[in-house]
């Protein structure tokens, strides 16, 4: 699975839209790109995946640069709820065996959300 | 529906000894992985399982070892317990375990090894 970089720290204001940037320049054509989060003392949670083509859910959009170099996770009205560390995953999907149930974990994003 | 539910919440053993922890998937999914998070490592896979069958595995020593039953329920041992396995031991299971999307984490165990 392609390594990832992220930002050690952000803050975002409360009902301001959180911009969470990923670099993966070592992507490959078939590696999806994953946004997960974990608030503390819990179990991490999936927010959106995506190829190659924008893609938006209820909880947030996911923008992949044309050369799939980079993402950027935008959560579009941040609350303090979504005070967690965030997590961009680069793995192959759903064809790719050998990744059978791994989820490669980087250092994260830890986002606070200030009032 | 109910969650991924892990058992014990919390766990303190002592150095030497060893430890079960155990994890209820989601009804109907049939795969479970396992994963140890530390503050200094982060989160690592450990193993998962599908139908039974272990079909991945990280790089941790032989002392972690898990199974998975029919009803998909699965078990993580750790024997010979060192300080350094104190950890949050987190499950995630899924329908699909090739969809990265699919997992859903249960709460974890914290273990705490004195």
């Known amino acids: 699975d392609a390594k990832t970089t992220q930002p050690t720290s952000m803050d975002c204001a409360e009902g301001r839209a959180a911009n969470l940037p990923c670099n993966h320049s070592?992507?490959?054509?078939?590696?999806?790109v994953y946004w997960y989060r974990q608030i503390h003392s819990q179990g991490p949670q999936y927010i959106i995946h995506?190829?190659?083509n924008n893609e938006t859910n209820e909880m947030a959009s996911l923008i992949i640069t044309e050369d799939r170099k980079s993402s950027t996770l935008i959560l579009p009205h941040a609350t303090l709820r979504d005070t967690a560390v965030y997590y961009c995953?680069?793995?192959?999907?759903?064809?790719?065996?050998?990744?059978?149930?791994?989820?490669?974990f980087g250092q994260g994003t830890i986002l606070t959300v200030h009032p | 529906k109910a969650g991924v539910t892990q058992t014990p919440r919390y766990l303190i053993k002592t150095r030497g000894q060893q430890v079960t922890l155990s994890c209820s998937p989601i009804?109907?999914?049939?795969?479970v992985s396992w994963y140890q998070q530390t503050p200094g490592q982060g989160l690592q896979f450990l193993f998962e399982?599908?139908?039974?069958?272990?079909?991945n595995k990280g790089n941790f020593p032989g002392r972690f070892s898990g199974r998975q039953f029919s009803n998909s329920r699965s078990e993580m041992n750790v024997s010979t317990l060192e300080l350094g396995d104190s950890a949050l031991y987190l499950c995630?299971?899924?329908?699909?375990?090739?969809?990265?999307?699919?997992?859903?984490f249960g709460s974890g165990t914290r273990l705490t090894v004195v």
């Open positions: 399982y599908f139908s039974e069958t272990q079909r």
């Open positions: 995506g190829l190659k």
């Open positions: 009804s109907g999914h049939r795969s």
């Open positions: 070592t992507i490959s054509g078939n590696e999806y």
């Open positions: 995953i680069v793995r192959v999907d759903p064809a790719g065996g050998t990744s059978y149930g791994k989820l490669t």
């Open positions: 995630a299971s899924s329908l699909d375990p090739r969809q990265g999307r699919g997992y859903t």
